[in-house]
């Protein structure tokens, strides 16, 4: 066996779990995100996506977002949910970034905005510091069964 299909559509990664949710909301607080002494993003619109099992994530749109800051890295991850995520390094702090490029049209409000790691860099909600709670970390996985890049970008 080398993929898992359900009817005639392949599916990548994983089956999917049908007790696994994702609801995306608008928020009007205020997000800073901050390396050392630098501010990365500052927004009062940042969408927050909450998932079964995690800690709510924190998206930012590009244009409150120091792009110049943010060092694409080759590291690519799939999620099942959401689609192929690409990465982004912030100075010499490693994966502190990522984003959902073109995500899967059922998460398509997080397509293009960026998400930061609260454990890597400082991310404050309204004055607040974020932080991970023990088994709230997601543990990336790469492509496996020999799936492309292509197989898992969403079809058009």
Same mark, same amino acid.
């Given at each position: 066996?080398?993929?898992?299909?359900?009817?005639?559509?392949?599916?990548?990664g994983?089956?999917a779990d049908? %007790?696994?949710?994702?609801?995306?909301?608008?928020?009007s607080r205020?997000l800073?995100?901050r390396h050392h002494?630098?501010?990365?993003?500052?927004?009062k619109r940042?969408?927050?996506?909450?998932e079964?099992?995690f800690a709510?994530?924190?998206y930012?749109?590009?244009a409150?977002?120091?792009?110049?800051?943010?060092?694409?890295?080759e590291h690519?991850t799939?999620?099942t949910?959401?689609g192929?995520?690409s990465?982004?390094?912030?100075g010499g702090?490693?994966?502190?970034a990522w984003? %959902?490029?073109?995500? %899967?049209?059922q998460v398509g409000?997080?397509?293009?905005?960026?998400?930061?790691?609260?454990?890597?860099?400082s991310?404050?909600?309204d004055?607040?510091?974020?932080r991970?709670e023990?088994?709230?970390?997601?543990i990336p996985?790469?492509p496996?069964r020999?799936?492309?890049?292509?197989?898992a970008?969403?079809?058009?």
């Open positions: 066996m080398d993929a898992f299909y359900e009817e005639d559509e392949r599916i990548v994983h089956a049908s %007790y696994h949710r994702i609801d995306i909301r608008q928020a205020r800073v995100v002494d630098r501010i990365i993003a500052d927004t940042p969408v927050v996506l909450y079964s099992g709510p994530r924190w930012v749109e590009c409150d977002v120091m792009e110049s800051e943010l060092i694409p890295v690519q799939f999620c949910y959401k192929l995520c990465y982004f390094n912030i702090a490693r994966l502190a984003s %959902y490029r073109d995500a %899967y049209p409000r997080i397509s293009g905005l960026v998400s930061f790691e609260p454990d890597i860099v991310v404050q909600l004055g607040t510091q974020l991970l023990p088994g709230q970390t997601v996985h790469g496996d020999e799936l492309t890049v292509d197989e970008l969403p079809r058009g």
